[in-house]
């Protein structure tokens, strides 16, 4: 480890740009007298960035480096805190930034019971979830007062566990009892119920041997965000697919996923879309994709490498009634590479969160005639008035 004095030389800015520099106030009233780098060389204090003009200067290897930021000490104390003031700070806290997302119910099995207290709303660092991505989890709709698909995601995210190696901490009808209730606390009859299953808390080793118990989780969300469901540019994904062991794994080790979202923003683009390690079409982010085809088949890629989703296997059930009616010759589910994907007449994103959405141009090719398509919309219809007034199968009411 670079010695404290090394350290603090790398981090000051050249001769001259300190001219300029103003001391930084401490962002907390009590300061301590005795403040220093500690002799292993290690800081005792947070750092504060100081903005100073683009420059150029050396550094102890003579290379040149452009500076934009130069990093310099900021002091103050921390204080020590209770429980109550750990909580009224971290609600206090949340009051702070404005989310289009409100929590309003969680139920944990820690803690035996539901809260309505956003601030309350935590769980262990030591839950191997937290600190090693043991854990899966899976989301259902909440429309009018209906849970949609409990029963498919419940499946779901109980296969999951299973491929997790995660012994789930209820039966399967205790979960679907305890993840309605939580709804009905909420009061909430518009918004989604995320859940999640770890290996729990215990120790912050990799094996989850220490570890008390298995968890539930689960929370009520009421999004404010207003329903959009244009057409959409996406682009082909970069960041590395998962291996099909853990792509049809709904787990919390979302990493690359995340990555993909984020390039896709970068180059102005809702999603990017992954290819498997044949090159065929695999998934987005957080989505399926479907095709239509010239020749008017709607083609779906197979679930074996990628997650299995329940919103797109249920547009391939109320697809049927389109290639009854002749909308569509036929569906498909199977392979198709990014050419044929390309020159395909329609383009479309299946989630739960998207529902139905067109993609209009993909990387630079533009989709169809580059407008939301006619199938895309009349499948969006199709799964807007399943999920209000579909058979009892996919919608199961919640008591208030």
């Not at 702070?96 to 099995?109: C, E, R």
């Not at 580059?370 to 199968?393: H, V």
Request: charged fraction near 20%; aromatic fraction near 6%; charge should be neutral.
């Amino acid at each position: 480890m670079a010695s404290s004095r090394t350290l603090a030389n790398s981090i000051s800015p050249p001769p001259s740009l300190q001219s300029g520099l103003t001391p930084q106030p401490p962002i907390s009233p009590f300061v301590s007298r005795n403040l220093s780098f500690s002799r292993n060389g290690s800081l005792n204090l947070p750092l504060k960035t100081q903005n100073f003009p683009s420059n150029v200067f050396k550094d102890s290897s003579q290379a040149q480096v452009s500076v934009e930021t130069v990093v310099t000490p900021q002091l103050f104390d921390v204080p020590l805190l209770s429980s109550s003031e750990v909580i009224e700070r971290f609600r206090k806290s949340r009051e702070t930034y404005k989310s289009k997302q409100k929590y309003l119910a969680m139920y944990s099995s820690l803690f035996g019971g539901i809260t309505t207290d956003p601030a309350a709303m935590v769980i262990p660092m030591d839950d191997h979830m937290v600190h090693r991505g043991h854990g899966v989890f899976d989301t259902a709709a909440i429309v009018d007062g209906y849970l949609y698909e409990l029963d498919q995601h419940l499946d779901r995210i109980i296969g999951s566990a299973a491929m997790a190696k995660i012994n789930i901490p209820f039966n399967r009808e205790s979960i679907k009892k305890i993840l309605i209730q939580t709804v009905g606390a909420s009061k909430c009859r518009n918004g989604s119920l995320r859940y999640w299953l770890s290996a729990g808390p215990g120790d912050f080793q990799l094996s989850p041997s220490g570890c008390h118990e298995s968890s539930l989780h689960a929370i009520v969300i009421q999004d404010e965000s207003p329903s959009n469901y244009k057409g959409i540019k996406a682009v082909t994904s970069s960041i590395p697919i998962k291996p099909p062991q853990f792509a049809v794994m709904k787990s919390v080790n979302y990493l690359p996923n995340v990555l993909s979202k984020m390039e896709a923003e970068e180059n102005d683009a809702y999603a990017a879309i992954w290819l498997d390690d044949e090159g065929y079409i695999a998934e987005g982010p957080n989505m399926n994709v479907a095709f239509i085809t010239k020749e008017k088949e709607l083609v779906m890629p197979r679930f074996d490498k990628i997650l299995s989703g329940c919103t797109a296997k249920r547009v391939l059930v109320l697809a049927e009634g389109l290639v009854k009616e002749g909308k569509i010759r036929g569906i498909r589910v199977g392979g198709m590479t990014v050419e044929e994907g390309k020159q395909a007449d329609e383009m479309m994103l299946i989630g739960s969160g998207v529902l139905v959405r067109a993609v209009t141009q993909w990387d630079d090719q533009v989709v169809g005639d580059g407008n939301e398509g006619p199938i895309a919309r009349t499948l969006l219809n199709l799964i807007l008035q399943d999920m209000k007034s579909g058979p009892a199968t996919v919608r199961i009411p919640v008591t208030y």
